[in-house]
């Protein structure tokens, strides 16, 4: 299964606008790539920004878990929030809850939650007897994270996991905030964190060029070390958020869904104008030139203009609070004249 197999390699008011410019490879840099060369896309603050003022939780309550269960949470003082994204955990943050917080997945990376105990000490599989030992009173998790037998012998002990519908799109964060907030006993924290969120993704949506040919951004999950090459297509997520900047996702107009092997032939047909990697994928082959021979990416306008943006890799696939910022900074790295 493609999301078991990149868990197990997977998984910041001025943001990067500019460009580094390198030297061209092949053709002549085509104008529509905006000939901009390596951009990064970094948000103008690393951390979350927790709701004011902060929610005191009502419970006990009962919701409906995503896997059919009805579950009833009496405690919100001890929070373990965890998937393969870092959404659940940004989310319970985002909400006013992080004092709450007892530990944290491998992609919940940001200063307020960075040095809280690691509960997945391999990849995005939980340590049951990690979480354990944290005695927490909630678990908020998704079918990005495993093992099923982990899960199991946690509820076994009596702690409640809630699940969330793990589907990564734009429309599914309002979704995924108001599921974290019921079960945490602060619904009407939901519609504020709701309503924020939204209207910073309205507003970054908005930053995007409405004129001229879309350019069509092929987003490649790379590791390396690990010899896992893929390129994203429908349903992906990376396709949401190149869709939200007013873009054309190549793996999508190529008619590839979820993730697929990279191929050479696949990659030069999609024609990608600009690429788009996770920060420590680049890191991971070396950088832009590491990345440039790997099939087919050289033969490409991006590959040519040397049109690569790289985005943090616990931002980028998130679709937690800070997803309308995410989207702005994109389409700046995108779109963002060179300095």
């Not at 104008?31 to 901009?36: K, M, R």
């Not at 919701?63 to 659940?88: F, H, P, Q």
């Not at 996702?249 to 590839?256: H, K, Q, V, Y």
């Amino acid at each position: 299964m493609i999301r078991r197999t990149t868990a197990a390699v997977v998984l910041a008011a001025s943001l990067l606008t500019g460009c580094t410019s390198v030297s061209e490879v092949g053709a002549e840099p085509d104008a529509a790539s905006n000939s901009c060369g390596v951009a990064t896309a970094k948000l103008a603050g690393e951390d979350v920004t927790p709701l004011e003022p902060q929610p005191v939780p009502k419970l006990p309550v009962t919701v409906s878990s995503a896997d059919g269960r009805k579950v009833t949470v009496k405690s919100a003082d001890r929070i373990l929030a965890v998937n393969l994204y870092g959404s659940l955990g940004e989310l319970v943050f985002s909400l006013g809850l992080g004092s709450h917080v007892v530990g944290r997945d491998t992609s919940t990376t940001f200063p307020a939650a960075a040095k809280l105990p690691l509960v997945t000490p391999q990849g995005h599989d939980l340590s049951a007897e990690a979480v354990l030992k944290l005695d927490p009173t909630v678990i908020l998790a998704d079918d990005s994270i495993g093992p099923v037998t982990a899960l199991e012998q946690i509820r076994q002990a009596g702690i409640p996991i809630v699940m969330i519908d793990d589907q990564q799109t734009m429309a599914g964060v309002p979704k995924h905030i108001r599921a974290v907030a019921a079960a945490l006993g602060v619904p009407e924290a939901g519609e504020r964190l709701v309503s924020r969120v939204q209207s910073e993704i309205d507003a970054a949506r908005r930053t995007a060029p409405a004129d001229g040919r879309k350019l069509k951004i092929a987003f490649l999950y790379v590791r390396g070390t690990a010899g896992v090459f893929l390129i994203g297509g429908k349903g992906a997520g990376s396709d949401a958020m190149i869709e939200a900047i007013g873009a054309e996702d190549a793996g999508t107009a190529a008619g590839l869904t979820k993730f697929r092997p990279l191929t050479s032939e696949g990659l030069i047909n999609a024609a990608p104008d600009v690429i788009l990697v996770m920060t420590e994928g680049l890191h991971s082959v070396n950088g832009v030139e590491g990345l440039l021979k790997l099939p087919g990416v050289a033969q490409t306008p991006a590959g040519i203009n040397r049109r690569i943006v790289d985005m943090d890799d616990g931002v980028l696939l998130n679709f937690g609070g800070r997803t309308g910022k995410a989207v702005e900074a994109l389409a700046k790295a995108v779109y963002g004249p060179c300095s």
